[in-house]
């Protein structure tokens, strides 16, 4: 078992940053690899970045590359998102999930390869 607790969102303008943290407790997190996810409202949860268990790779989703960081600290039991120049379509809340170690984009990307789960924090982006 591993537990996930988000933290780290709140309301933002556009063009803003935010540094979103998912810290784990429970088992070895350095065997996990840690996803993060996004849901807005009326939509489904969407891919956003992910990180290897060792964290030598990191993926991310098309929209957010070159805006979005992924990054964990294994000593610390956590895995850090920093957004940048964040829009106000990007309004959701934001999940990590832990999950067993992978090594291609379509395993990290899919809800399915996760788990465990956090519950979420908001993001809001203000136009």
């Known amino acids: 078992q591993v537990q996930l607790v988000e933290s780290g969102g709140g309301l933002v303008q556009a063009g803003g940053s935010l540094k979103l943290s998912c810290t784990a407790s429970g088992r070895t997190f350095s065997g996990y690899a840690i996803g993060w996810f996004r849901q807005a409202p009326g939509s489904e949860r969407d891919f956003v970045a992910a990180?290897?268990?060792?964290?030598?790779?990191?993926y991310y989703a098309d929209s957010v590359k070159g805006r979005f960081t992924i990054s964990r600290d294994n000593a610390k039991n956590t895995v850090y998102l920093q957004l940048n120049s964040l829009k106000s379509e990007e309004t959701a809340v934001y999940y990590c999930?832990?999950?067993?170690?992978?090594?291609?984009?379509?395993?990290?990307?899919?809800?399915?390869?996760?788990?465990?789960w956090g519950q979420g924090t908001q993001v809001t982006v203000s136009s």
């Open positions: 999930a832990a999950g067993p170690p992978k090594y291609s984009y379509s395993l990290f990307s899919r809800e399915s390869g996760y788990g465990y």
């Open positions: 990180i290897s268990h060792y964290g030598g790779m990191t």
